[in-house]
């Protein structure tokens, strides 16, 4: 019988770039290095950005994003083979959908968790959907994890309304690769808990194995999730700023010896005892820097992606004045590279049928202002 209580979740995403031997390899990998859960990302480009989002910079060269998401999309058969090879490893699975076509997919898979990623909390047609499927099981709901990076309290609060606290975990995130670990701000999982009254955690980008990892477990953090990869000198889009086995290992254990201790002393004394051996290992101001004073703000890292890596409207093809919308015309995508943020994906249904009052652009992010006011 397990006696951890956490749940450490190593983040593999996209890093098999395709491959479902080197899937397989990292999913070896996560599991020897002590994870309980491993993570994927159900990619489908047109599901996340416009085709003219712009470019992204790799080692290789410049190409368009877009292109680099098509590159990383998977039949569902690739889906079911991991999942059952995870499930062989003794860990569970975990999976981000990023649209409704790969929700649903990943649903019928039955995973162990659904795992909503920061730039989708605002995708209200996906929470909605997820909600519904909820809404239809018996028993115990699939339990779903939220990050909470680039988002506000008030972001967070409707998406929780949506899909209910019932199995729902909240993860503090901060969106920025590396973020930051001056920023991170931990003791915000503690405030998460008290305000949402549901099991909270930590989905962290900064580099270190041990400093976030730990102070998290200590400010009452149960689920702790960090990029995973066999290389940070890989291709993959999260490997510079994953851990590879041997750190993924090195966390795992230090967050079971502070969980030991918590059992051994009480969780008063296990904290004050990992804050000063923190304290002494990183130096005990960029400690206290790091646990923050708990408010939940975006982080300056972030500020910038507010509006850009989560959810907005845009046009899906160039329209001119007096055309009528349709279902395919506007889409629900992250903003990302060069295009310019449009209106919150709340107001979709209501801009279905109508009229532009201007000509608009081929990606150009949805304004109330390019519609005539209906009466």
Sequence with gaps: MKESKINIIAEIGTSHEGSYEKACALVDAAAESGADTIKFQWVYADEILHPLTGLVHLPTGDIPLYERFRQLECPVSFYKDIMDYVHSKGCKFCCSPFGLRSLKELLDLNPDYVKIASPEVNHYKMLEALRDYRNTQSGNKVPVIISSGVSTLSDLDRAIRILGKENLSLLHCITSYPAPEDQYNVKVISTLSSIFGIETGLSDHSLDPVLVPVLSLVCGGTVIEK???????????????????EQFALMVHSLHQTEAAIRHYGKEIAMQKAISQLGEAFGEERVKTVLGNGVKELAPAEEANYGRTNRSLHFMRKMNKGEIIGEDDIKILRTEKILSPGISPEFYDSLIGAELARDVENGAGVQLEDFIKRS
């Design 227 to 245: 990029h995973f990869t066999l290389s940070r000198q890989t291709d993959g889009l999260d490997d510079p700023v994953a851990l590879e086995p």
